[in-house]
């Protein structure tokens, strides 16, 4: 079992930055394709990036390529999403998971951290 533990969400004003960081235990953090999601109120939980094991290969959904930067330490188990340029469109609970699977698809995805609140003011 891998449990996935979010942090560094908060609230930040339009145009400024968060680094969320998820911290892994509990598996061998190395063979998880890592991926981030986020849901707004009312709406379905949307991917937005993954990251592969050795960290070589990242890809992004379109709404965030070229503002949101994913990252890994496989030498501390924690991957990273580096937030730049938020929006209020951003504001969402942010999610981390873990699959064994190259996906976008939330249900490929085995394990999931409890979110983090990322809110973004105009």
């Known amino acids: 079992q891998v449990q996935l533990v979010e942090s560094g969400g908060g609230l930040v004003q339009a145009g400024g930055s ?16 890592m991926g981030w999601f986020r849901q707004a109120p009312g709406k379905d939980r949307d991917f937005v990036s993954y990251i592969i094991g050795s960290g070589g290969y990242t890809h992004y959904d379109d709404s965030v390529k070229g503002r949101f930067t994913i990252s890994r ?30 996906t976008t698809y939330t249900g490929d995805y085995n394990y999931w951290g ?5 809110t973004v003011s105009s």
Request: net charge neutral; charged share 10%; aromatic share 10%.
């Open 18 to 33: 968060l680094r969320l960081s998820c911290a892994a235990s509990g598996g061998t953090f190395s063979r998880y394709v």
């Open 73 to 102: 330490d496989n030498a501390k188990n924690t991957v990273y999403l580096q937030m730049n340029s938020l929006n209020p469109e951003d504001t969402a609970v942010y999610y981390c998971a873990a699959s064994q699977m190259l």
């Open 114 to 118: 409890q979110g983090t609140q990322v």
